[in-house]
């Protein structure tokens, strides 16, 4: 594994062999760097090929409130066009982010999102697809 980004709220954490990107949000982060942090995705989507992407959000403590228009109907599906074709997502803690995800997640139709108390479970699930990201994942989580 190789960690494109690292700072203080977010890292970036690409594994070639899942063809996956490990994306880890904690604490507060405004929608600007929010924005950015998904452009550096969508590169980095591109450039490696990933097909599976694990979002992180058990530390987040900002949520997404003001990026819900951005993030269900420009970012996800700009994703999935990008080749981009499971989401793992990793449910926060905080009451308030939780909330705001819950939102967006009620909101995207593309891609394929399992949702996860714990990166443990996301990232098992997110493995039950093949290497290359073709076909059907062997189960979903509710």
């Known amino acids: 594994m190789t960690t ?20 880890t949000w904690q604490g507060p982060h405004d929608a600007p760097v ?5 452009e550096l995705i969508f590169w980095f989507v591109r450039r490696t090929r990933s097909t599976k992407l694990l979002n992180d959000c058990l530390l987040d403590q900002n949520g997404w409130q003001q990026l819900t228009s951005w ?8 994703l999935a066009q990008e080749g981009l ?6 449910l926060p803690r905080d009451v308030q982010a939780l909330g705001d995800t819950r939102k ?12 996860f108390d714990d990166p443990e479970a996301a990232y098992n699930w997110l493995h039950q697809w093949p290497k290359t990201g073709n076909g059907n994942p062997t189960g979903t989580h509710p």
């Open 4 to 23: 494109l980004i690292e700072s203080p709220h977010f890292e970036l954490v690409h594994d070639p062999t899942y063809a996956c990107l490990y994306a």
């Open 71 to 78: 993030l269900t109907q420009n970012c996800f599906p700009r």
């Open 104 to 115: 967006v997640l009620a909101l995207l139709e593309q891609p394929l999102v399992g949702t």
């Open 34 to 38: 929010t924005q950015v942090n998904y």
């Open 85 to 90: 074709t499971a989401v793992a997502w990793v």
